[in-house]
């Protein structure tokens, strides 16, 4: 893959782990910690990552043991590169189990340098919050989840909190927001019903601000929309693809992984690539250039050529 610009924040986003403490397959059919590992395994040589974003369904049981699983192997591929990391809940969260292991989610600074937290008990009714700095970049996450329930919401709190961050000191590039229900329009009837409500309150704030992307999961497939002129970009699952041209009354997901790349330039433009983790099984190349024939084709077939 081609290194970041100069500037641009490069930013590696998962989503919907749906990581278990006991290991039982999600679905009764997919290993997550090994979708996870096989995730992280081949994006392992995209350069340039300056944060790794998990927008929820980190855990499938709220277990603290699921949320030590991601903080240790996301971690770890977050301290290799030299990454932030931040997660946030879903509707399969828990919120405590989540603060007991992740604190406000934020969890590795600038250069994946470890962030201290005051570890403080806060009742599960309260939304999870927080905010760093990522080279210039003010991050913030937003806690769409409705505990005992399945669709997305932004409380009072959470829309407080978020209206605070963007008002706040001023960032030298803008904002970047992180949450779990996107708020845009959901391609299978079942997400649609489990969507974000009133996603005009979360509009509200965007208009005229300094947001350049709002990063989302959910749907267990890559789409992409706008928000108050806002791009909204939604992350494939890791732990299953989303059927999505079936029929709309019916839910159905293919095994299958991945994870978006997203770069975001300073003068607010924004970049995103899906990457689809092949299976070795069944995806057989189709061909494979070496370095030297593709510099002679792009010699050859660029406007150098002409």
């Known amino acids: 893959m081609q290194p970041p610009a100069a500037g641009t924040l490069r930013i590696l986003h998962l989503s919907d782990t749906h990581l278990t403490g006991d290991g039982a397959l999600h679905q009764g059919s997919v290993d997550t910690t090994a979708a996870l590992d096989a995730v ?81 008990y806060v009742p599960p009714s309260v939304p999870v919050s927080g905010q760093s700095v990522v080279a ?55 997400h649609e019903a489990l969507r974000l ?42 732990a299953n693809d989303t059927d999505v041209v079936g029929p709309y009354a019916e839910e159905s997901a293919h095994v299958a992984h991945g994870a978006l790349v997203v770069d975001v330039a300073t003068d607010g433009s924004v970049w995103s690539t899906p990457v689809r983790v092949p299976d070795p099984d069944r995806d057989v190349l189709a061909f494979a250039l070496d370095a030297e024939t593709v510099a002679r084709i792009a010699e050859q077939a660029g406007p150098a050529a002409r």
């Not at 189990?97 to 994946?112: S, T, Y």
């Open 40 to 120: 992280l395994a081949h994006v392992d040589g995209v350069p340039g990552v300056g944060l790794v974003v998990v927008s929820g369904d980190v855990s499938e049981d709220g277990s603290p043991a699921s949320y030590r699983t991601a903080r240790e192997r996301i971690g770890a591929w977050a301290q290799r590169h030299g990454a932030a990391l931040v997660l946030v809940p879903g509707n399969h969260d828990l919120r405590e189990g989540f603060r007991q292991v992740l604190a406000n989610g934020h969890v590795l600074g600038e250069g994946g340098t470890p962030l201290a937290h005051t570890m403080e």
């Open 197 to 238: 409500q009133d996603p005009e309150d979360l509009a509200e704030l965007l208009d005229g601000s300094d947001v350049r992307v709002v990063l989302g999961g959910h749907q267990h497939h890559h789409s992409a929309g706008s928000l108050a002129g806002v791009p909204v970009l939604v992350a494939p699952g890791v």
């Open 136 to 190: 210039g970049f003010r991050v913030v996450t937003v806690d769409t989840s409705v505990p005992g329930a399945g669709y997305g919401a932004l409380s009072d709190t959470a829309l407080e909190r978020l209206r605070a961050a963007l008002t706040g000191e001023p960032v030298p590039h803008g904002t970047v927001v992180v949450l779990h229900h996107p708020p845009v329009p959901s391609p299978t009837l079942l």
